[in-house]
């Protein structure tokens, strides 16, 4: 049973900061590919970084080196800093995990597993 539980959301301030967290449990070896992605209200989920079993990491070209995606691999957490955040940040942000291999766009798709979101809140 693999379960992906995110934490870390909260509220921030324009360009403040945030780290999101992502835990992952169960068989985690099946996962070739984990990612963020993010969520506005009526809007498509879009993919923001993922990173492969070989730890090439990938980013979405808007984020413009904003955010940085690591991992523990010791202990199966996936992080994602987030500085110099913009109000349009605000959105559900979601952990993702993928039994294949990162392709080179992040799209939802790809992913076979997710966790259940965490809401960033940025104000002005």
């Known amino acids: 049973h693999v379960q992906l539980v995110e934490s870390g959301g909260g509220s921030a301030y324009a360009g403040g900061s945030l780290r999101l967290s992502c835990a992952a449990s169960?068989?985690?070896?099946?996962?070739?590919?984990m990612g963020w992605f993010r969520q506005v209200a009526g809007k498509e989920r879009e993919g923001l970084a993922s990173?492969?079993?070989?730890?090439?990491?990938t980013y979405a070209k808007f984020l413009k080196g904003r955010f940085t995606l690591s991992k523990d691999n010791a202990n199966d957490i996936l992080y994602l800093q987030m500085s110099s955040l913009e109000p349009e940040d605000t959105a559900m942000y979601y952990c993702?995990?993928?039994?294949?291999?990162?392709?080179?766009?992040?799209?939802?798709?790809?992913?076979?597993?997710w966790g259940q979101g965490t809401q960033v809140t940025v104000s002005s």
């Open positions: 993702a995990a993928s039994r294949r291999g990162c392709a080179r766009n992040i799209l939802t798709s790809d992913f076979h597993y």
């Open positions: 169960g068989y985690t070896a099946s996962f070739y590919c």
């Open positions: 990173i492969d079993v070989d730890g090439i990491i």
